[in-house]
């Protein structure tokens, strides 16, 4: 811009009737050597203001210039020339509010040339919000574009050229701000929801994933045929998805994005899903009445450097014979639910195991159901270091028919967290909200609660999802049932197992939904999903603050509504908040759902 007033100021220095010209004209060689350092930096904005001092004149466009002129010209009795090259104009569009993340493209088609020159086209970042690392993509079009990475305002500016002349800058401003927590992201699929049909029914949507790039991953289990739990002769899958950042099912992994992986029987189900920081992942769940692990490559083959040809298969029931099922052994409450890795890299699975049934001094006590853990070194085998033979289990109070662990966590020096339930015949079965601490060894760390187990009471109350803070605070989530009404709780634990008692009431807090699966702690909110039964949108999505308060500018009140179930859900990095839901269309096929809100 410097040059391009430095030229029409020499062009218009005629006009200028000041001390030491002639006839209007400055002699400008010596006016300039005289007055210009010969080290002077063109480039440097202070030129313009030290040259305007010196001269005792002032800088203007190319386009003001030549309207001076030309009023000059005629004033004096002049005519303009008609057939000169005329200064263009450069127009950089109207101003833009948008969403920030969004894709910005600038319009400069109404900048214009009086002469129908072809005009060329210079875009530049005037200023930007502190902090942005947007680049500005294709700056000698008329249409370039950048994404507005941060909120704040943008200002660019346009220059053009008609081969001879560049105009004066025209600048547009791009405000960028964030939508309402909760919102829909409109920009992901259509309208924020991507469908995806299966020919597949889906016997469950177990995870969802976001990995560093903001690729989507999500994990179902499936079946050919009606109900493979009915039919043994049905083959059961794992369904592999993977999605682009947009929603866009991801051509380059599997069959155009699916990756569909037979399971050794139809008696295999899985409860969890573990990505590693390779690309690998592992799962988990239950064969019949064992724990079952199996890992697979980035591409979703299996990787048979693990375990047998990638399963490994452990033993944790105990020897179960018709003689000692009481209560009755029930192969969906025996199998692992949660995997986890400690730092070394080993791998920690949860779930629960049966204690057998025993004669002691004459009287039979009937067997049960216990917490049971396994760690696994990373290539598969049992770590019998851990435990006994790499198996723990725990059986809580004298009085229970069983217990069952449904999550599992690591804390930073690798002790173990493990939330689940027990049944108590002697308080009419009713069943308790459980958390027991391990140390990495496996035996109980009685430093926590009280001789390492924290129970709660509540009528029907199991831990399902376990969240540890930075500070150490352990948030559990469950079903509850008072008077019979189902509702899950939020309980929050201080790192020794006491209740936090500013948080909610004495610890606690009510949801006022139920069937929580996923709770996450994330940017000093708490979120968890659920179901209501009342309504068309009965599934919700609801978060609160620190202290257990509704965090009312989340959505409508602190609630995000969906009609679509919301089986699970994953925060991106870039704060978003991406859910996957589940659901059968008729006995063949099914629909699986994800939606991405602002958070």
Request: hydrophobic share 35%; net charge negative.
């Amino acid at each position: 811009e410097c040059c391009i007033k430095w030229f029409v100021f020499v062009g218009t220095l005629y006009q200028s009737v000041d001390a030491g010209t002639t006839n209007g004209i400055i002699d400008i060689n010596t006016t300039l050597e005289d007055l210009i350092p010969a080290d002077t930096n063109f480039t440097n904005a202070s030129f313009e203001t030290a040259t305007e001092t010196a001269l005792g004149i002032t800088l203007v466009s190319a386009y003001e210039a030549q309207q001076t002129m030309d009023t000059g010209i005629t004033t004096a009795g002049g005519t303009v020339p008609t057939d000169r090259n005329h200064v263009p104009v450069a127009n950089a569009g109207v101003d833009q509010n948008i969403t920030t993340a969004l894709i910005v493209t600038l319009n400069g088609s109404s900048s214009a040339d009086s002469d129908f020159d072809f005009l060329t086209y210079s875009w530049n970042f005037v200023s930007k919000p502190n902090g942005s690392t947007a680049i500005l993509l294709d700056t000698t079009t008329v249409n370039p574009t950048f994404t507005a990475d941060i909120n704040g305002t943008y200002i660019l500016e346009l220059i053009v050229h008609d081969g001879s002349i560049d105009s004066a800058s025209d600048a547009v401003t791009v405000t960028a701000t964030e939508p309402s927590a909760g919102t829909l992201d409109t920009n992901f699929g259509t309208n924020g929801l991507v469908s995806t049909d299966f020919t597949h029914k889906i016997i469950s949507v177990v995870d969802i994933f976001v990995d560093l790039n903001n690729s989507i991953y999500t994990f179902a289990q499936t079946y050919d045929g009606y109900d493979s739990r009915l039919i043994d002769s049905n083959i059961t899958y794992l369904l592999v998805t993977k999605y682009t950042a947009s929603g866009d099912l991801d051509e380059t992994f599997g069959n155009s994005g699916l990756s569909q992986i037979e399971l050794l029987t139809n008696k295999h189900k899985i409860y969890d899903v573990l990505m590693l920081d390779s690309g690998k992942f592992l799962i988990t769940g239950s064969y019949i009445t064992e724990f079952f692990v199996a890992r697979f490559n980035r591409d979703a083959s299996l990787d048979t450097t693990f375990g047998v040809n990638g399963y490994v298969q452990t033993n944790v029931r105990g020897n179960v014979t018709a003689d000692n099922y009481s209560p009755s052994v029930s192969a969906d409450m025996i199998g692992a639910r949660s995997i986890k890795l400690q730092s070394d890299g080993k791998i920690i699975v949860g779930g629960s195991s049966y204690i057998n049934g025993q004669l002691v001094n004459g009287s039979w006590i009937p067997g049960k159901y216990a917490f049971a853990i396994v760690r696994y070194f990373e290539d598969g085998s049992i770590d019998t270091t851990f435990g006994v033979d790499g198996i723990v289990t725990t059986d809580i109070p004298s009085n229970d028919v069983g217990g069952s662990i449904f999550d599992i966590e690591i804390q930073s020096d690798d002790k173990i967290i493990a939330g689940g339930g027990y049944s108590d015949i002697a308080n009419g079965y009713n069943e308790y909200f459980t958390v027991v601490r391990y140390l990495p060894n496996g035996s109980l760390d009685t430093s926590f609660a009280t001789d390492g187990i924290y129970s709660g009471w509540r009528r029907d109350a199991v831990v399902k999802s376990i969240f540890l803070q930075e500070d150490g605070k352990i948030l559990i989530v469950g079903p509850n049932s008072v008077s019979y009404t189902y509702s899950n709780i939020i309980t929050k634990l201080n790192s020794d197992g006491s209740r936090d008692n500013s948080f909610g009431s004495s610890g606690t807090i009510d949801t006022g939904f139920y069937n929580s699966k996923d709770i996450v702690f994330h940017d000093n909110k708490i979120i968890i999903n659920g179901f209501v039964s009342s309504g068309l949108e009965s599934y919700v999505l609801k978060r609160f603050n620190q202290d257990g308060s509704l965090d009312i500018a989340f959505e409508n009140f602190g609630v995000i509504t969906s009609q679509y179930n919301i089986a699970k859900f994953a925060i991106q990095l870039d704060n978003k908040i991406i859910t996957i839901s589940g659901s059968e269309r008729d006995s063949n096929s099914s629909v699986v759902r994800l939606s991405r809100y602002y958070n």
